[in-house]
């Protein structure tokens, strides 16, 4: 059964805090994503990454960067957290190495950070 | 830029009818696009896939139907159930991004 595991359900960290989300997929896939997820706006992409220690940014990657030193494993890092950061954050991956081979975006079951 | 539109944004039905949920994306070009199940407070689960080329797909009570050339997709839900309420959302793939469509609430009564 293909698996994408996040490090934590539910995380509260400080504000000014660094915090770190692990992301780890068992599937081989090359493509990473992750995303925010806030009431409204629906799910916006921060970074994704298509190979081992490439990346590149989404459409909100502020105050955000990212790791992948291994092709399993995505991390996010949000430098010097803030409160505007709570969110549902969501791992993601899909195999292909091009768009137009793109399989199934699977997920993991997201992590809840609430910044106080 | 690519924008994509999910109507209704919430959906009520009494068990057993078959209902059809609606996807729209402004840019055709498009490689592939999905839909998805959130149940609350979880992630999403992939319900479908269809790529650029395929018009649709099914698995078990579910059909998904792409028009790419007037930006449409559906998602035929066969004989209802309780446990089909969730939020569906769909979402496009194009130069290595997908967009998400916002979703539709869907309640189904016993």
């Known amino acids: 059964d293909v698996k994408v595991t996040q490090s934590s359900r539910y995380l509260v960290k400080r504000t000014g805090e660094k915090v770190f989300l692990e992301c780890v997929q068992d599937m081989d896939h090359e493509n990473m994503f992750w995303y925010r997820q806030d009431p409204g706006l629906g799910l916006r992409l921060i970074y994704f990454?298509?190979?081992?220690?490439?990346?590149e940014k989404g459409d909100i990657p502020e105050g955000y960067s990212v790791s992948r030193e291994k092709k399993e494993r995505f991390s996010l890092i949000l430098e010097s957290a803030s409160t505007n950061q709570t969110s549902m954050y969501l791992c993601a991956s899909t195999s292909g190495g091009t768009e137009d081979s793109y399989n199934e975006q699977f997920f993991g079951p997201g992590t809840r950070l609430t910044v106080l | 830029k690519q924008e994509v539109t999910q109507i209704p944004a919430a959906l009520s039905v009494p068990e057993g009818e078959n209902l059809v949920l609606n996807c729209s994306f402004t840019d055709s070009a498009i490689y592939n696009l999905q839909w998805f199940r959130q149940d609350p407070g979880k992630g999403l689960t992939s319900l479908l896939l269809i790529q650029s080329s395929q018009r649709e797909q099914t698995s078990g009570r579910l059909n998904a139907s792409l028009d790419k050339s007037s930006g449409r997709s559906t998602l035929y839900i066969a004989a209802s159930q309780p446990g089909d309420s969730a939020t569906y959302l769909c979402a496009v793939l194009g130069a290595y991004k997908y967009i998400f469509g916002t979703g539709t609430r869907l309640k189904v009564l016993a």
């Open positions: 990454s298509y190979d081992v220690k490439m990346k």
